[in-house]
């Protein structure tokens, strides 16, 4: 009998297990799921709708060139996964292990039918244990652990003379994952889908990758990888990544390979705390009194459509609007804005980058939204609040300005990160929503009232 062969956020051939072990028991149905109805309110965003309808495509096409179709299908998981065990006979069914709650509900119910394998990260987070057999929270010490098992495993190619096994699939077209009207989607022309993509921005950082640990937080250049999307939808291993920088000459690949530990450690998180995207790992944040009501309605608007008086807050947050992208640093200072300044839950925020970002990953997501705001298993850090201007400055943000804000774009470097503060703001161009002291004091007091 034939098997299945589940993708989910691993649409790539090249260092898969899960494609190895189905296509060593003989010809797999390779399918994947559109299913809505599994992970509820973290459905797909739009910005991720627009990634997977061409992330797919990609995937099919390099499926059928070694004569393997993809089936489509819509609605849920196990479903859809009986049916077409029904239809073609198969009897076992492999998939990528992932730690999204809802993948672990799904796979739990599955039981023996499953058989899942590791590769999305670079260990799987589990076996990641103190000396005591204890899980790690916080960051530094699972790092310092996860090296210790580092490498990973050599990446393994794509086994030779698999078949497929044919049943009866969607149209990708009919699943309307591309915008219609407005077509927000004009500015994500330079992203490339697919595992091909994928491959090409490793190979283009390569170069780059010695400079990272100075050029990463500088948001006018194009200093970090932009592999983002492409891990979360798997198109290319973390192991294939740590092998490619580690090889690479001349490249003190370190600080790079940290930051996807901290996609592991995300993932670390989210194992250990499922409902932290949706609610404060510390919970006496449940007793903040975030502002709620119409203002604060319209100031999450402004923050949404890069309104805010706020050079680099509105930079960002075009960009994002734009590109489905956001620059790390910029996304730190965004965040710190809206909970802090604006004191807004940074739940409100984490939901807006959800819809709008093609990384969109609810471990990564609600790990660092938590951590900007404090509410987490690590520290508390919500009386560090971020000066916009001053992190605006030290980033040298200007030509970044420059090109998000256009409407600020002739202003020199001296009074382009606050031209109100500078009395040459033009007209076009809003007044801060609050003043810096003053958030930073309206927050403060709610953190007291909150203690007391
Ligand atoms: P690079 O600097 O080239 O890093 C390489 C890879 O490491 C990234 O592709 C990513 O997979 C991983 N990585 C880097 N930084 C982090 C981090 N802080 N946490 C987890 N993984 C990291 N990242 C997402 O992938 N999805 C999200 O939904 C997401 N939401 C975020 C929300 C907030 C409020 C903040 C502050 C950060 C968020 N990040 C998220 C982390 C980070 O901003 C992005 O991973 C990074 O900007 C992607 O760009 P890059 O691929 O060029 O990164």
């Known amino acids: 009998a034939p098997s299945i062969l589940w993708f989910r956020q691993d649409l790539r051939l090249s260092d898969n297990a899960a494609l190895i072990a189905a296509a060593h028991e003989g010809p797999f149905a390779a399918i994947y799921i559109l299913d809505d109805k599994a992970p509820a309110a973290n459905a797909m965003g739009g910005a991720q709708r627009w990634w997977l309808h061409h992330s797919l495509t990609a995937l099919a096409r390099s499926l059928e060139e070694k004569g393997v179709e993809l089936i489509l299908r819509r ?24 730690y999204e709650p809802w993948w672990q509900a799904v796979d739990d119910r599955l039981d023996d039918r499953l058989t899942l394998h590791d590769g999305s990260y670079l260990a799987p987070p ?39 096994t044919n049943a009866r699939s969607d149209r990708l077209a009919d699943w309307k994952l591309l ?44 200093g970090t990888s932009r592999l983002s999307p492409h891990m979360h939808f798997g198109e290319i291993s973390p192991a294939t990544i740590w092998h490619r920088i580690s090889e690479t000459k001349g490249n003190r690949g370190e600080p790079f390979l940290r930051e996807i530990g901290w996609r592991d450690y995300a993932a670390n998180t989210i194992d250990q705390f ?122 040298d943000a200007g030509d970044y300005i420059r090109q998000w804000v256009p409407e600020l774009a002739a202003l020199p470097d ?37 203690k007391a």
């Open 75 to 98: 609605g849920e998981s196990i479903a859809e996964l009986d049916a077409l065990k029904k239809e073609t006979g198969a009897t076992r069914i492999f998939a990528a292990r992932q």
């Open 126 to 164: 589990e076996t990641i244990r103190t000396g005591s057999g204890g899980r790690y929270k916080i960051f530094t010490p699972y790092w310092r652990a996860l090296q210790q098992q580092m490498p990973p495993a050599a990446p393994r190619a794509v086994p030779t003379g698999i078949t497929g």
């Open 179 to 222: 915008p219609t009207t407005p077509d927000w989607s004009k500015g994500f022309g330079d992203w490339n889908p697919g595992e091909e993509g994928a491959k090409t921005a490793l190979h283009d950082f390569l170069d780059e990758a010695a400079n990272y640990d100075r050029a990463r937080n500088m948001p006018s250049e194009e």
């Open 274 to 395: 499922a409902h932290y995207g949706s609610a404060n790992a510390r919970d006496s944040f449940d007793r903040l009194k975030w502002r709620k009501g119409s203002e604060a309605d319209a100031d999450f608007g402004a923050w949404t459509r890069g309104r805010t008086g706020y050079p680099i807050v509105d930079a960002g947050m075009r960009q994002l609007w734009t590109t489905g992208w956001m620059h790390n640093r910029v996304r730190m200072i965004v965040a710190s804005f809206l909970i802090k300044h604006l004191l807004i839950d940074w739940q409100r925020g984490e939901r807006w980058f959800w819809d709008t970002l093609v990384d969109a990953d609810y471990n990564s997501n609600s790990v660092n939204w938590q951590w900007v705001a404090g509410t987490g298993v690590d520290s508390n850090m919500f009386v560090r609040i971020m000066a916009p201007l001053v992190q605006s400055e030290k980033f």
């Open 414 to 450: 001296a009074t382009i990160h606050d031209p109100h503060g500078a009395g040459c703001a033009p007209a076009d161009y809003p007044t801060p929503l609050i003043g810096h002291r003053e958030g930073r004091e309206r927050a403060l007091a709610a953190y007291r009232a909150m």
